[in-house]
């Protein structure tokens, strides 16, 4: 299974911005969906953002206009620019990069082995 690798958290003030990056190298030549999921301390994983083989993209309503998923230049690579940050934002966020067509947005259910180890983001107010 594929271990994607998260990069760029870090700790900001509410309003500022962060860019996250992702990468799923075992992947060299077939590139697949992937996703951006979040946890809360106390909380279930959530989704933010996915973004399908095809180049669709779908936002948790709670991000949309602030946040913008995106794919690289190099297979299997993806971004999560996130802009307008705010302290309900604070959370691990943790890529997913399963060989899948399609990563649905609203279950982590057939996930479980395409996690990275996450990388946290605090907005302080």
């Known amino acids: 299974q594929v271990q994607p690798v998260e990069s760029g958290g870090g700790s900001v003030q509410a309003g500022g911005s962060l860019r996250l990056s992702c990468e799923a190298s075992?992947?060299?030549?077939?590139?697949?969906?992937m996703g951006w999921f979040r946890q809360a301390l106390g909380k279930k994983r959530e989704g933010v953002a996915v973004?399908?083989?095809?180049?669709?993209?779908i936002y948790a309503d709670s991000v949309k206009g602030r946040f913008t998923i995106s794919k690289g230049v190099a297979a299997n690579t993806v971004y999560l620019q996130m802009n307008g940050l705010m302290p309900e934002d604070t959370a691990m966020y943790y890529c997913?990069?399963?060989?899948?067509?399609?990563?649905?947005?609203?279950?982590?259910?057939?996930?479980?082995?395409?996690w990275g180890q996450g990388t946290q983001v605090t907005v302080s107010s």
């Open positions: 973004i399908h083989r095809d180049g669709e993209t």
């Open positions: 997913v990069a399963p060989p899948f067509d399609n990563c649905p947005l609203r279950t982590t259910s057939g996930y479980e082995d395409y």
């Open positions: 075992s992947y060299t030549y077939n590139e697949y969906c």
